[in-house]
């Protein structure tokens, strides 16, 4: 039995499925960290092809950063942050690896993207709360991606209430990405610790930590989760950002839902979504809107990431 091979490469690790059954959903998932620089991507493949064990009749790759038309890449700064990505063909990396199979590239985000448009959804944005932040907006089943493909960069967009000691991963200070992302709450959780040092000290997150250069997501999710009145500030001040990018999607192009993604959404689960819908609600018209119910968190995300991807691929050939 052939079947296609859906691959998620992510700023930390990259994920695979291998079929089981015939059914998509049942995949082992596999999973091993991201190569660190586009040199060694084609080992990676090589990895990744060894372990599936037969020719798959496609390759669906999720990539982490925008993929224009034909497949062209600019930069991918959650995964490697340092290259210039316009010289780099991924389409005949994989190629090489690959030779007799069809091959699909989509932006990381569009693979939850294409999830949710096989269940029928038609208006929603996805926020991919990971690494980085990304985002994916739809309007009438259509991915709106601009042009020249630009759109879906919402972690790059600058926002006053970002402490300008944090950094993105792109490099630049004020975006999004440094503050609203997994690896942006764990930076402004140790920047705000140092400012607060007894109230850390006081905290059950100080209790688990330590000490600020010590404070992990893992540390940051416990703390949330058990109730922590520290921790549960820093996750509402960190996620005030992008509660006002969705406010400014919700009343530019009417999105109602907000798909929320990514490693760091799915360990806070229903922790996550009043802290945007507190920034939000506040940044809008609210006419009667139900911020609450517009953020929502999507259970075991690898899985639905790998199955989008599946279905993409089936679309497309
Ligand atoms: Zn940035």
């Given at each position: 039995?052939?079947a296609?091979?859906?691959i ?6 990259v994920?695979?499925g291998?079929?089981?059954h015939?059914?998509?959903a049942d995949m082992?998932i596999r ?15 090589r990895h990744?092809?060894q372990?599936f064990?037969t020719?798959?009749d ?24 340092d290259e210039?990505l316009r010289?780099f063909?991924?389409m005949?990396?994989?190629?090489t ?11 990381d ?11 029928g ?5 996805v ?5 980085g ?7 009438n089943?259509i991915?709106i991606?601009g ?19 944090l950094r993105c991963d ?5 975006h ?15 920047w705000r ?5 007894e ?8 209790r ?5 250069a010590?404070i992990t ?8 989760r ?20 969705a406010a400014?999607?919700h009343v530019a ?6 798909y ?5 959404a799915?360990?806070?689960?229903s922790?996550?979504p009043p ?11 609210q006419q009667?809107f ?9 259970e075991d995300?690898v899985?639905?990431s790998?199955?989008g991807?599946?279905y993409?691929a089936?679309r497309?050939s």
């Amino acid at each position: 039995m052939t079947a296609s091979l859906p691959i998620n490469l992510g700023g930390t690790s990259v994920k695979w499925g291998i079929p089981v059954h015939r059914a998509p959903a049942d995949m082992d998932i596999r999973s091993m960290r991201s190569p660190r620089s586009s040199g060694e991507f084609q080992a990676m493949l090589r990895h990744i092809k060894q372990d599936f064990g037969t020719t798959p009749d496609a390759v669906a790759m999720g990539f982490p950063g925008p993929v224009g038309a034909d497949c062209a890449l600019t930069q991918a700064c959650t995964l490697w942050p340092d290259e210039d990505l316009r010289d780099f063909d991924v389409m005949q990396e994989i190629r090489t690896v690959f030779p007799r199979t069809d091959i699909h590239v989509i932006n990381d985000v569009s693979a939850y993207g294409s999830f949710l448009l096989e269940r029928g959804e038609t208006d929603f944005c996805v926020l991919n709360i990971g690494s980085g932040v990304g985002s994916k907006t739809y309007a009438n089943g259509i991915e709106i991606n601009g042009p020249t493909a630009r759109g879906g960069e919402i972690g790059h967009w600058r926002d006053p209430g970002v402490p300008a000691e944090l950094r993105c991963d792109c490099g630049e200070t004020g975006h999004i990405g440094a503050i609203s992302s997994g690896r942006g709450v764990q930076r402004f959780a140790a920047w705000r610790a140092r400012r607060d040092a007894e109230g850390f000290a006081h905290s059950a997150l100080g209790r688990i930590a330590g000490a600020p250069a010590d404070i992990t997501t893992h540390a940051l999710v416990t703390a949330i989760r058990g109730g922590d009145a520290f921790a549960r500030d820093i996750l509402y001040d960190a996620m005030a950002p992008l509660g006002r990018a969705a406010a400014l999607l919700h009343v530019a192009i009417g999105c109602e839902r907000f798909y929320l993604v990514g490693g760091f959404a799915e360990a806070l689960m229903s922790d996550l979504p009043p802290a945007l819908a507190a920034s939000a609600a506040v940044h809008c018209w609210q006419q009667h809107f139900d911020w609450t119910s517009a953020f929502r968190v999507i259970e075991d995300e690898v899985r639905t990431s790998l199955l989008g991807l599946q279905y993409h691929a089936r679309r497309a050939s």
